[in-house]
């Protein structure tokens, strides 16, 4: 079940602009206050099995530096939550996130210089979803996310979290029913993320 309230317009100047694949190091653009909207729906186009995802594919060992790339994406902003639901099975059930979150650029340290940080829209694509729970209320919304997300893999699956709570995580918490912190997650066979140009919204 997804519950999301009322979204303002988006901007409707120009379609998100998808920067070209690199490393997980690269840098992006500003942030601005964003809403929610979720679609259900033929967008965006679902993926057959076998099909190449777009972006940058995440494995289990490339996790720490993503997280790292990003700053564990504390108080991101939610943008948009797509969810796509064909009937021919798992294979094309699709997730996708879009985060507006801070990217370092500069780790800082030598000669005393701080760290240089920018906003980047992020969008994390999570593909032959196996479950997912999507909640939001007035009393706990989903938009910004405090402590951050967190993508673990466990059991064969990648594990997206949005509300990962501020102690120690692990992704086979979510199987935890009497203990799981987290009400707000996504599990997949696949994942991968592009970091886009907007719009900002």
């Known amino acids: 079940?997804?519950?999301?309230?009322?979204?303002?317009?988006?901007?409707a100047a120009a379609p998100p602009v998808i920067r070209p694949v690199g490393p997980l190091r690269r840098p992006g653009s500003q942030w601005l206050e964003a809403g929610i909207r979720i679609a259900a729906g033929p967008e965006p186009a679902t993926m057959e099995a076998g099909e190449e995802m777009a972006g940058v594919e995440l494995s289990e060992e490339s996790l720490p530096d993503f997280h790292e790339r990003f700053l564990g994406f504390e108080d991101g902003v939610v943008?948009?939550?797509?969810?796509?639901?064909?009937?021919?099975?798992?294979?094309?059930?699709?997730?996708?996130?879009?985060?507006?979150?801070?990217?370092?650029?500069s780790p800082g340290g030598e000669g005393g210089r701080a760290q240089q940080v920018e906003w980047r829209l992020v969008r994390i694509?999570?593909?032959?979803?196996?479950?997912?729970?999507?909640?939001?209320?007035?009393?706990?919304?989903?938009q910004v996310l405090s402590d951050g997300l967190k993508i673990g893999f466990a059991g064969g699956f990648f594990v997206l979290d949005l509300d990962p709570g501020p102690d120690e995580w692990s992704a086979r918490a979510?199987?935890?029913t009497a203990n799981s912190y987290s009400k707000q997650y996504v599990v997949s066979q696949r994942c991968s993320f592009e970091v886009l140009d907007g719009p900002f919204i």
């Open 1 to 11: 079940m997804t519950e999301h309230g009322r979204a303002p317009a988006p901007d």
């Open 79 to 105: 943008s948009r939550i797509s969810i796509v639901l064909p009937r021919d099975g798992n294979a094309g059930r699709t997730v996708e996130v879009e985060v507006q979150a801070m990217e370092e650029t």
């Open 125 to 142: 694509a999570m593909h032959g979803i196996d479950a997912y729970r999507l909640t939001e209320t007035h009393r706990y919304p989903l």
């Open 174 to 176: 979510i199987h935890d």
